[in-house]
């Protein structure tokens, strides 16, 4: 059973674009959740999409979005970069909805910002 | 307001010894999820184990043994006889009933050398 893919695995941008990553879940999943991981603030919650439906958001600002599509694939999405948002962006699936369910991550994928 | 700490930032040992990470969580729900969660250099969160906070039982898996108390609000990691392949960072995570996102602790890096 294939695991959690993200891609790009490494992505460099300039201040001020825009950047979209991807990510697919295990097959069978529903729910996608997204992580930011700085050496600052550790790991934080981005949000997570549970049957193309935005379920759960963390505090982050609108420059941050995201989606999820039919066959539950997700996207997230960073307008207008800035130099802090550089980071490891992790991707999670869960079979079920509920917080018991464990998450499975996907190998992130690492943005700097320039 | 719901937090996890991990007051132990860095953690060396030599192969073979004992070696515990603490886990301190707060939350104000009667029903919550604790995890742990291993990164290896390559990045993707390992998941090691889910507790609910109905089941104080500890649990062994090998050479790994938590130890979950209430009344302290901790739920400990021990890794026996630790082997070179153990190092990684080991975050503890909390997750509420009411929602579904991850409250990760800063995490322990552990290095373990021969």
């Known amino acids: 059973k294939a695991g959690v893919t993200q891609t790009p695995r490494y992505l460099i941008k300039t201040r001020g674009q825009q950047v979209t990553l991807s990510c697919s879940p295990i097959s069978g999943h529903r729910s996608v959740s997204w992580y930011q991981q700085t050496p600052g603030q550790g790991l934080q919650f981005l949000f997570e999409?549970?049957?193309?439906?935005?379920?759960n958001k963390g505090n982050f600002p609108g420059r941050f979005s995201g989606r999820q599509f039919s066959n539950s694939r997700s996207e997230m999405n960073v307008s207008t970069l800035e130099l802090g948002d550089s980071a490891l962006y992790l991707c999670?699936?869960?079979?079920?909805?509920?917080?018991?369910?464990?998450?499975?991550f996907g190998q992130g994928t690492r943005l700097t910002v320039v | 307001a719901q937090k996890v700490t991990q007051a132990q930032t860095e953690i060396s040992v030599v192969e073979k010894e004992d070696v515990t990470l603490d886990c301190v969580y707060e939350?104000?729900?009667?029903?919550?999820?604790l995890f742990w969660y291993k990164q290896p250099p390559s990045g993707e969160l390992v998941f090691l184990i889910r507790?609910?906070?109905?089941?104080?039982q500890n649990e062994i898996s090998g050479r790994y043994s938590w130890n979950f108390q209430k009344s302290t609000s901790s739920f400990n990691f021990t890794i026996t006889a630790s082997q070179v392949v153990d190092s990684a960072v080991y975050f503890c995570a909390l997750s509420e009933a009411a929602g579904t996102a991850l409250i990760f602790g800063k995490g322990t890096t552990l290095s373990v050398s021969s």
């Open positions: 939350t104000r729900d009667t029903t919550y999820y």
């Open positions: 507790r609910n906070s109905f089941d104080e």
């Open positions: 999670a699936s869960r079979a079920g909805g509920g917080a018991q369910t464990e998450a499975f």
């Open positions: 999409y549970f049957s193309e439906t935005q379920r």
